[in-house]
């Protein structure tokens, strides 16, 4: 099968991508899986780097970049915010307090959907407030799974540590208590794109008088199935267009 387009020069980049995905690559290693001439491939691999496609890891070597990702969330931000509106209101409901979806943006968290609790106190995060990266079970969850670096970067400031982090990995959730705010915990869980990187987290959050000051005790289970929910909405959307792709 031709794979040509007809216009040499995004062909090119497109086999950098492609030899990009496989992991990261010296330009040596980049030549050899491309098959391009050494100044080809070094030209395009800085150009896409411009471009925030592709960027270097600690060692210096050629991954693809964070644009993809943000390019790959938005397009699938559509179905997820859809399928999310369903999902927050059950997950409010069974917990009685009020629900959210964070996605990251840079180096802030932004809410882009919301159940709230319909009386009595409760946390109230409207839906496009930017919170920090740097406190809360949202943010434990959406820098637990970063690339090393990034995760090192992020941990500067923040009201968690590396040793926090690795207990959210481990155990697929993250809780806080009056670390965002005073008053306030938290339970979080992260939502995966259909590759496997966590793209979003769901979360509770509510006054500590209610969610105790270990609010993953009471709620952890809840929120990990909403987020699989939402996980399972987008691995099948993947699979539908993937088949309509090949048929």
């Known amino acids: 099968m031709d794979n040509s387009s007809g216009v040499g020069v995004l062909d090119k980049a497109a086999i950098v991508l492609s030899a990009l995905e496989a992991g990261p690559s010296t330009l040596a290693q980049l030549v050899t899986a491309t098959g391009l001439a050494r100044p080809t491939a070094h030209r395009l691999a800085v150009a896409l780097e411009h471009h925030r496609l592709v960027t270097r ?41 009020s629900a959210q979806l964070f996605r990251r943006q840079g180096e802030y968290r932004v809410c882009v959907s919301a159940a709230e609790r319909p009386v009595g106190l409760r946390d109230s995060i409207p839906i496009g407030a930017t919170l920090s990266m740097r406190a809360g079970s949202a943010a434990q969850i959406l820098l637990a799974w970063e690339e090393p670096d990034r995760l090192h970067r992020g941990l500067q400031g923040a009201a968690f540590t590396a040793t926090a982090l690795s207990g959210v990995r481990r155990r697929g ?15 979080s869980a992260p939502v995966r794109s259909p590759s496997g990187r966590v793209i979003a987290a769901v979360s509770i959050s509510g006054p500590i008088e209610r969610l105790s000051r270990q ?33």
């Open 173 to 187: 959730w993250a809780q806080s208590v009056g670390e965002r705010e005073p008053g306030v915990a938290s339970v």
């Open 57 to 97: 890891d600690l060692q210096g070597r050629f991954v693809l970049g964070p644009r993809l990702g943000e390019l790959a969330a938005a397009a699938g931000e559509d179905r997820l915010l859809a399928a999310a509106g369903p999902v927050l209101g059950a997950l409010r409901d069974h917990t009685n307090e």
């Open 215 to 247: 609010p993953g005790r009471l709620h952890a289970a809840t929120v990990m199935a909403g987020a699989n929910k939402l996980t399972e909405v987008l691995a099948r959307h993947a699979a539908q267009q993937e088949a309509q792709n090949n048929a």
